[in-house]
């Protein structure tokens, strides 16, 4: 079945400092990606869609030059927190559609914890 | 505008049943999702329901009524490792999931 690949799986960074968290679809080619943020005991927000190719589209209230997100290929995306703080601390999780499965192709990855000290 | 709603918490007994409900309101809906989810794990797929009915799965089974806007999940024969979030998603217009808050379910011997 559809597998993405997601690393690190946890991170600890020092305020101020930028962390990027890569997806990777390994045995599909995904066109669109996603990224979600997850609170304790909180549902998944989505962030923003990633686009192979094109400009990642992000939801209203997600800063883009914050949360920068790069499609370069088709297997894999990349999330970058730029000048990290305190409050983005989360878990972070990617997800993939196998666009050969129609609708039931979406696929997580195993998620990334971030702390920011 | 996306709204997803489902219950915080219910427990419920190991070897019983449980019915999980969801109601949701989204555009372009393509789709009604339940996942489920350990705490500090990613979400990994239940089922999948687009027409109305009933799909069963071994123990879980998924409803969805389109013109009411809601489904539920029900999981029977309750073990002690289904305690977990159940997430409603509904797909809707860009392939977007919208998630629920999520039901966290504790069973109880």
């Known amino acids: 079945g559809a597998v993405v690949s997601q690393h690190p799986s946890r991170v600890i960074c020092k305020s101020g400092t930028s962390v990027k968290i890569e997806c990777r679809s390994l045995?599909?080619?995904?066109?669109?990606m996603f990224w979600y943020r997850q609170f304790p005991k909180q549902s998944l927000m989505l962030m923003a869609t990633?686009?192979?190719?094109?400009?990642?589209?992000?939801e209203q209230g997600v800063e883009k030059d914050k949360f920068l997100i790069n499609h370069a290929s088709l297997t894999l995306s990349t999330l970058t927190v730029t000048s990290a703080h305190p409050e983005d601390s989360s878990f972070y999780i990617c997800?993939?559609?196998?666009?050969?499965?129609?609708?039931?192709?979406?696929?997580f990855g195993s998620g990334t914890r971030l702390t920011v000290v | 505008g996306q709204n997803i709603d489902q219950p915080t918490e219910m427990t419920a007994t190991e070897g019983a049943i449980v019915q999980i409900n969801c109601t949701y309101q989204?555009?372009?809906?393509?789709?009604l999702f339940w996942y489920q989810q350990h705490a500090g794990e990613a979400p990994t797929f239940l089922s999948y329901?687009?027409?109305?009915g009933l799909e069963e799965k071994g123990r879980f089974s998924s409803f969805l009524s389109r013109s009411k806007g809601y489904s539920y999940l029900l999981l029977k024969e309750l073990q002690m490792k289904d305690s977990a979030s159940y997430l409603c998603?509904?797909?809707?217009?860009?392939?977007?999931?919208?998630f629920g808050t999520g039901t966290q379910l504790k069973v109880e011997l």
């Open positions: 997800s993939a559609r196998d666009n050969s499965l129609y609708n039931y192709g979406y696929t």
């Open positions: 045995d599909f080619q995904a066109t669109t």
């Open positions: 990633s686009n192979e190719g094109s400009k990642a589209t992000y």
């Open positions: 989204t555009s372009g809906f393509n789709g």
């Open positions: 329901n687009v027409l109305d």
């Open positions: 998603a509904a797909g809707g217009g860009g392939n977007k999931l919208t």
